[in-house]
């Protein structure tokens, strides 16, 4: 019956060791969540005060080299950008041992201006989306990138997993 028992509870932790270790990437925020609304502070609307939001990452795979964060908005409208995206921030060789983002920590990476560091959301005519997503890589990437594009062909065929964070914001009215 001992014998048993170890072999059942021994199956037992394998298999919830290997559902541990086929967890999924995460990306969250403790300041707003998935599909909810992006606090002001963070955005245009707090003008130069503005800062990014604190962002936390989990279940970085083991194999990861390094992390990339890309935030964007997909609903600009194409009589402003032909894409109809902007990009609000590029950051990437993030250590694949940080725990996240800590808030008003993005001065460094690019955004859609070519400019450095986050720039917070600003739609110029309704709510849009703003996609915060996060790759794990089995490489590292220390390459300086001008564009979303150059940063995105340079992770083609090293990304180990994805994870994605969505939330909204409206302008402030006046």
């Not at 995460?26 to 800062?51: E, H, L, M, R």
């Not at 400019?115 to 220390?142: E, I, N, Q, V, W």
């Not at 001008?146 to 914001?169: I, S």
């Amino acid at each position: 019956m001992h014998i048993r028992q170890f072999a059942t509870g021994s199956a037992m932790a394998l298999a919830l060791s290997a559902v541990a270790s086929a967890q999924s990437l995460t990306i969250s925020s403790p300041t707003f969540q998935q599909g909810g609304n992006i606090p002001s502070k963070f955005t245009c609307d707090a003008g130069p005060a503005a800062v990014n939001p604190q962002l936390v990452f989990g279940n970085v795979p083991a194999k990861s080299q390094s992390l990339v964060l890309i935030m964007d908005d997909p609903d600009v409208p194409k009589t402003m950008i032909p894409s109809g995206e902007f990009v609000h921030w590029l950051k990437w060789d993030i250590a694949p041992s940080s725990n996240g983002i800590a808030e008003g920590a993005g001065k460094d990476g690019i955004n859609g201006m070519g400019k450095p560091g986050y720039m917070g959301p600003c739609p110029p005519d309704r709510s849009h989306r703003y996609f915060f997503k996060l790759f794990a890589l089995d490489t590292r990437l220390t390459g300086d990138y001008k564009n979303k594009a150059e940063l995105e062909k340079a992770m083609e065929g090293h990304v180990l997993q994805k994870a994605e964070l969505m939330a909204n914001y409206e302008r402030v009215k006046k």
